[in-house]
């Protein structure tokens, strides 16, 4: 269990974070059967695709595909944008691409979080030139007031306005991933 002051080792040197609850994974579940609800009667499971953006999203795919309940194609892609920083660099890179076919399919994209807008938009460039029928964009956390590229959001579980988080999949430099809360991780 980590305590409110966390030491990591990042870039050879020590840096000790302060981690503040944010979002309680009882919450967290409440809000994916609610997004999960909404999206069943928008999509045909035999024409529908769930495309996860790692790996922030992997926690939040699965459990939204378990509470979708249907039996639905899905498969992932890897864009980074962070790195080690707490900031966006803005330019977003692709490390792994699927080569599913969208094509006249509804594309389900599921993002663990849409802060500067950058990531999605690059995104949702890659998916619109496969010629889906219909993309529809799930995130979990969604930053607005930091929106810096204007992206489509159709469903979003939180909304928050300031705060780097980490748990439930997202993460700081590859750490705190697995937290089964969300929390605010700030440097002291």
Do not use: H, W
């Not at 009667?41 to 249907?70: A, C, H, M, W, Y």
């Not at 979990?140 to 007031?145: M, P, R, S, V, W």
């Amino acid at each position: 269990m980590l305590s409110n002051c966390v030491r990591r080792v990042c870039e050879k040197k020590e840096i000790c974070f302060k981690k503040s609850l944010l979002i309680r994974k009882e919450d967290i579940k409440l809000k994916i059967s609610e997004i999960a609800r909404q999206l069943k009667n928008q999509i045909q499971p035999e024409n529908t695709i769930f495309l996860g953006v790692l790996k922030g999203s992997i926690f939040f795919l699965v459990d939204l595909l378990r509470e979708i309940d249907f039996d639905v194609k899905f498969d992932f892609i890897e864009a980074k944008s962070y790195g080690t920083s707490m900031n966006s660099s803005k330019e977003v890179k692709f490390t792994k691409i699927t080569e599913m076919d969208f094509a006249n399919k509804i594309v389900v994209i599921v993002e663990d979080i849409v802060d500067t807008g950058f990531t999605m938009n690059e995104v949702l460039k890659l998916i619109y030139q496969k010629n889906p029928s219909k993309v529809i964009t799930c995130v979990l956390i969604d930053k607005y007031e930091r929106r810096e590229v204007d992206v489509q959001i159709d469903y979003f579980g939180f909304r928050i306005e300031k705060g780097f988080v980490v748990g439930y999949g997202l993460d700081f430099a590859d750490q705190f991933r697995c937290l089964p809360d969300i929390y605010t991780l700030e440097k002291v």
